[in-house]
């Protein structure tokens, strides 16, 4: 006879389960670029862009005769960029404790898919960090260097010329250009074709920037009276998000819908018995699928 467990079956209802997965989504640091649970079409790797030529209908499933006749911009395929099971361990005692009050469980219940989300935010920061960092995922001419003394912010004037650089890439997004994006490959074909295309306003234009780099650029430029000069990237965009960069990247600027990703979880919070000690163990599955969308416009400044 399997006894009646309270708090296990609290754990099945649909709002406990559907809450570390909300909550990985709201409140990771690339939260701005959230198109994973609308954008995606067919297989789950699939994902069909928003710029279709005026009168096209999209298929979810493409035979080989449409390759011939598809639209300039149509689709491309993310692939898995991270896998993990994340597992937590409650002692008996506490699981004993929270089964004596529905207090106790409540709150053990909140605590549960909290820490079920901790860790899983990090891991989402660091893989789209690396995406974003990674200089394949851009246009040639996107990817924008400045040698170690132009990095190196210790005046107003060094201040001045990169925040020109980013909002002169800026401009540039705004304008029907191929020079911010990578194109477009057909089905079965490795080759990549030209696309013209833009961002709508700097205001759909998402900057992220390295907080050592953002520091100098306060330091020098950005405090006071400075933030209300057109050059204030907080006026400009639609958001700017502080992160570490890898790659030696100091900035990158995207199109809020260049950057996308899907986390997917099956199975919900498990639960298994730790044999021999009575203890309780749940564990989370994640699978993230995403990268940048390649006919969209993004552009990067990284030291040389």
């Known amino acids: 006879m399997v006894d009646f467990n309270p708090l296990l079956e609290n754990l099945q209802e649909r709002v406990v389960q559907e809450k570390p997965l909300k909550l ?14 609308t954008e995606f079409h067919g297989a789950e790797e699939e994902f069909i862009g928003d710029q279709p030529l005026e009168g096209v209908k999209w298929k979810k499933t493409l035979k080989s005769s449409d390759a011939e006749n598809l639209p300039e911009v149509f689709s491309c395929r993310l692939k898995i960029i991270h896998d993990h099971f994340y597992y937590t361990i409650y002692n008996k005692k506490v699981m004993k404790r929270a089964l004596q009050s529905p207090t106790e469980m409540a709150a053990l219940v909140d605590q549960l898919t909290d820490s079920m989300t901790t860790k899983p935010k990090l891991d989402l920061n660091r893989v789209l960090t690396k995406v974003i960092c990674t200089k394949d995922n851009y246009n040639n001419a996107a990817w924008e260097t400045v040698t170690a003394e132009e990095a190196k912010i210790d005046s107003l004037d060094k201040a001045i010329a990169i925040l020109r650089k980013i909002k002169a890439a800026a401009n540039g997004m705004v304008e029907p250009s191929d020079k911010y994006n990578r194109g477009y490959q057909k089905p079965n074909s490795h080759d990549w074709n030209k ?4 961002s709508e306003s700097r205001k759909n234009l998402v ?17 006071d009276v400075a933030r209300d000069s057109n050059l204030n990237p907080y006026k400009l965009f639609k958001e700017v998000i502080v992160k570490k960069l890898t790659n030696n990247a100091l900035a990158t600027l995207h199109d809020e819908k260049s950057v996308v990703y899907r986390i997917i979880n099956e199975d919900g919070i498990t639960h298994e018995q730790v044999f021999g000690s009575g203890n309780s163990k749940f564990g989370y599955h994640m699978t993230v699928i995403g990268g940048m969308i390649p006919f969209t416009n993004s552009w990067a400044l990284a030291r040389a």
Do not use: M, Q, R, W
Request: proline fraction near 3%; avoid cysteine.
């Open 195 to 198: 696309v013209v295309t833009n």
């Open 24 to 37: 990985i989504y709201a409140d990771n640091t690339y939260s701005v670029f959230n198109k994973g649970t």
């Open 207 to 223: 900057l992220t920037i390295d907080p050592d780099f953002l520091d100098d650029l306060e330091i020098y430029f950005l405090a």
